[in-house]
């Protein structure tokens, strides 16, 4: 079992930026996929950005914010990282930590085994 717990998250004025981290414990997370999702206010979970492993580490940024946020990863840590910057309102959202243990299908939520319990980012105008 691998549990997630994020954290980071807070209230800023738009065009503000947070680090968001997300620490795993239970197992080494070094070859995992791990992932970040966002689910708005009665809207659906979406993907976010994704750090894989193949041999080397590879990350993936959703279209819509791929000039604004990066994801990293500390293996020796065992913790993913979400850099969101020049935050806008609609980023206001639960950030999810998602981790599994294969790297195919990372875009869709319902392949994770694991996830944490979010953390908030509200953004004001």
């Known amino acids: 079992q691998v549990q997630l717990v994020e954290s980071g998250g807070g209230s800023v004025q738009a065009g503000g930026s947070l680090r968001l981290s997300c620490a795993a414990s239970?197992?080494?997370?070094?070859?995992?996929?791990l992932a970040w999702f966002r689910q708005a206010p009665g809207k659906g979970r979406d993907f976010v950005a994704a750090?894989?492993?193949?041999?080397?580490?590879?990350?993936y940024i959703t279209d819509s914010v791929n000039d604004r946020f990066s994801i990293s990863r500390d293996n020796a840590k065992n913790t993913v990282y979400l850099e969101v910057n020049s935050l806008k309102p609609e980023d206001t959202a639960l950030y999810y930590c998602?981790?599994?243990?294969?790297?195919?299908?990372?875009?869709?939520?319902?392949?994770?085994?694991?996830w944490g319990q979010g953390t908030q980012v509200t953004i004001s105008s």
């Open positions: 998602a981790a599994k243990s294969s790297n195919v299908e990372i875009h869709g939520s319902g392949s994770y085994a694991y």
């Open positions: 239970g197992r080494t997370i070094s070859t995992y996929t």
């Open positions: 750090s894989i492993w193949n041999g080397i580490v590879r990350t």
